[in-house]
């Protein structure tokens, strides 16, 4: 790729630990060097958008071939066909609740190149006393699908890098799983590396690899983030066809780079229905034109197979400042429905992923959500543009927010994401029939 992009060499990434001559930032004074961002309602002629069709019909198309171009990379026009079996059902039970799981495997098409096999696994766990169809929640799971090896063990961490790993430590408590089941709902595990690898030797492998038939990428060819979201697409395909599920109402929810995956799956397939966007830092919902905690160089340099090509070069002669797009464009591209981004605190371990960063993204979204008829990131007074107390919802408006006091886990802000969901998810009873009034 830097060969390709014509770049001697990379600006190295910041060190977590604090140390070395590219140290992370941790003070918020220094965090904002280019404080002014793309409009995300200006089109590339410079005129202004005034009207919902003049989004959908002008701009979004501009802001969705901007970041298949620059930064996530663009899905081949053709895809092969995805076949999907269930290959077991069993009965069983999460924290107290009857389930009956479906082991889903989706058989993607390699006839045009046999030597690269791609399966899509995931489980569909649904309350065993549903009377009918029920919403879906989707996880892009960290979880090991079954028959996945064991990755080998990290290097020890040491310093701040060991203090965020302690603070990861799950709380005590119902997981997102046990609690979505309770509620009566559905619970999809999709395996996103079953399909995609996550590391860069996978990207002549997997779904990417079997389209370009094991050859190296193209600079705007998609990285696993893209991909991860085209597998999860592919499941809502399965999920359409399965009379227990109310297809209408399915969410997807990721933390951490598969939250990075979750934000493009909901960017790209207005289908899902709503978003849980957690800790999900540089790459993800957190804005390119910051400077706190993980940086774009650090992806550049390290996880650049989650991007597209091009993103590179950005860490290279071009700087964020010269990204014709940031993040909190990605997040308007959700709209009208509805995101919660959340994550921990960086006294809790979770600086890594800047979560104020993303807070501020979402604020400069909202001009897109207003213009289609929804409230941005707001409590009861309205819009919020300062970032709130820890664990203070601002759930008021299709775009929410909650940061919770711990580090970088999935589970704590999980809760309020159910509460508010529950209204978009879950469509209201039907009205009582009205009686005639009798006659005395």
Known sequence: MVDLLGLKELRPGVKQDGTG????????????????????????????????????TERRPELVEIFDREIVGRVPAHTPAVRWEVTGTEQGSVGGVATVTKHLVGHVDNSEDPAITVNIQADLILPADARGPVPVVTELTFDLAPGEPVPPPRPPRT??????????????????????????????????????????????????????????????????????????SRVLDYLETDKAVDAKHVAIAGHSRFGKAALVTMAYDQRFAAAYVNSSGAGGADLARRRFGEQLENIAAGEYYWMGGNYIKYAGTLTPADMPVDMHELIALCAPRPVLIGGGTYKGGDGWADVGGTFMAEVAADPVYTLLGKKGVSDDKGLVTTLPPVETPLVAGELAFRQHPGGHNIQPNFATFLDWAGRYLAPPPPPKPTLPRPYY
């Open 21 to 56: 001559a590219n140290p992370v930032n941790w003070d918020e004074a220094k965090a904002n060097p280019w404080p002014k961002l793309p409009d995300p309602l200006l089109l590339n002629n410079g005129k202004r958008v005034k009207t919902a069709k003049v989004w959908w």
């Open 159 to 232: 310093g701040a890098l060991a203090a965020s790993a302690a603070a990861a430590r799950p709380p005590d408590g119902p997981s997102p799983k046990q609690q979505t089941l309770a509620k009566g709902w559905g619970y999809v595990l999709l395996y996103p590396r079953s399909f995609q690898a996550d590391n860069a030797a996978g990207l002549t492998r997997g779904i990417i690899g079997l389209c370009n038939h094991g050859q190296p990428r193209k600079l705007d060819d998609w990285g696993a983030l893209r991909a991860w979201a085209w597998g999860a």
